[in-house]
């Protein structure tokens, strides 16, 4: 399996995973369907069907698969920094967190599948 590496330096791995962004709150809250292309503790690379504006904030929602403890749906806050295209588009999110219950769940499912690709 292929890494590729962030500019901040953490791996990325190329990972189709099923998920949500919502933008907003309350009732003018949008949730937009998504699928990663690749994934890292620190960020995603996702395809859209419409653009997004940079720097607009939101929370990811992954659904991870069934794997022990980090199974299930994780939310994490992420920001737009990227967007390719005009639709569908790819789609590059900054994860604004860094120590959330969440966010370890997904690394520990990235090192999984990191171990299995490097079978």
């Known amino acids: 399996m292929k890494e590729r590496t ?3 330096g953490t791996p990325r791995i190329p990972l189709a995973l099923k998920g ?3 933008l907003g709150e309350g009732s003018d ?6 699928v990663t292309r690749d994934l890292g503790a620190g960020g995603a690379q996702c395809s859209l069907a ?4 940079v720097g607009a904030r939101g929370i990811l929602r992954l659904s991870l698969p069934a794997e022990g403890a980090a199974a299930g749906s994780i939310d994490i806050s992420c920001r ?3 967007v390719d295209g ?3 588009v790819e789609v590059a999110l900054a994860f604004t967190e860094t120590k959330t219950p969440a966010l370890e769940a997904l690394k520990k499912h990235l ?3 990191r171990e299995r690709g490097a079978r």
């Open 111 to 113: 090192f999984r599948a």
């Open 20 to 22: 949500t962004l919502r």
């Open 86 to 88: 005009a639709g569908p």
């Open 80 to 82: 737009v920094v990227r």
């Open 6 to 8: 962030a500019p901040r």
């Open 29 to 34: 809250a949008r949730v937009l369907p998504l």
């Open 50 to 53: 419409d653009p997004l504006p």
